[in-house]
Antibody, heavy 125, light 107 residues
Framework: EVQLLESGGGLVQPGGSLRLSCAAS????????MTWVRQAPGKGLKWVST????????YYADSVKGRFTISRDNSQNTVYLQMNNLRAEDTAVYYC??????????????????WGQGTLVTVSS | DIQMTQSPSSLSASVGDRVTITCRAS??????LNWYQQKPGKAPKFLIY???SLQSGVPSRFSGSGSGTDFTLTISSLQPEDFATYYC?????????FGQGTRVEIK
């Protein structure tokens, strides 16, 4: 059974940093691109970042480029999102999601068959 | 960026009704279109990929169609567990983008 478990959310002041983790199980982790999607309170879904299965390719939304860094540890079946210089508009539930089809390199296929339960990030003074 | 526009933004329907949600892309995306269902406080659930392929385990009352720029999600006979918000999403090119959502409420 595929499981994705996010952690690391919390309350942080503007300009602060936070690192999210997503622990995966139930599939061959290194074969799949992994993605972070966020949802601001009462709003829709927005893609944040994707990392290729082998970790060699990373992709970001313009709104987080230069502030967020996605990485993965295939030996630990975990994907991370390092978030720096946080802003109020980064407040959201952050979900990690697995690509539907295996692809060890590249941005993947962009459709997400399994999602974690989400972790809330609140940026406020 | 490819803009995804859903209509309506919300609708009220009764159990047993046929429900159709429309999604329009700002440029041609072939059949690179996916649908998700989200219930309050829960993660999105994957329903349909490549416009019309049903994800394993999803009831057959859900169906998708379309290509190019215009797509539809149809629920043939609405069930109580189907009251939720539905999102389309294009997987043609990054940045992957979602529609704004369609909330399906009980009439």
């Amino acid at each position: 059974e595929v499981q994705l478990l996010e952690s690391g959310g919390g309350l942080v002041q503007p300009g602060g940093s936070l690192r999210l983790s997503c622990a995966a199980s139930g599939f061959t982790f290194s074969n799949y691109a992994m993605t972070w999607v966020r949802q601001a309170p009462g709003k829709g879904l927005k893609w944040v970042s994707t990392i290729s299965g082998n970790g060699g390719g990373t992709y970001y939304a313009d709104s987080v480029k230069g502030r967020f860094t996605i990485s993965r540890d295939n030996s630990q079946n975990t994907v991370y999102l390092q978030m720096n210089n946080l802003r109020a508009e980064d407040t959201a539930v952050y979900y990690c999601a697995k690509d539907r089809r295996s692809s060890s390199s590249g941005v993947g296929y962009g459709n997400f068959d399994y999602w974690g339960q989400g972790t809330l990030v609140t940026v406020s003074s | 960026d490819i803009q995804m526009t859903q209509s309506p933004s919300s609708l009220s329907a009764s159990v047993g009704d046929r429900v159709t949600i429309t999604c329009r892309a700002s440029q041609i995306i072939s059949t690179n279109l996916n649908w998700y269902q989200q219930k309050p406080g829960k993660a999105p659930k994957f329903l349909i990929y490549t416009a019309s392929s049903l994800q394993s385990g999803v009831p057959s009352r859900f169906s998708g169609s379309g290509s190019g720029t215009d797509f539809t999600l149809t629920i043939s006979s609405l069930q109580p567990e189907d009251f939720a918000t539905y999102y389309c999403q294009q997987s043609f090119s990054t940045p992957w983008t979602f529609g704004q959502g369609t909330r399906v409420e009980i009439k």
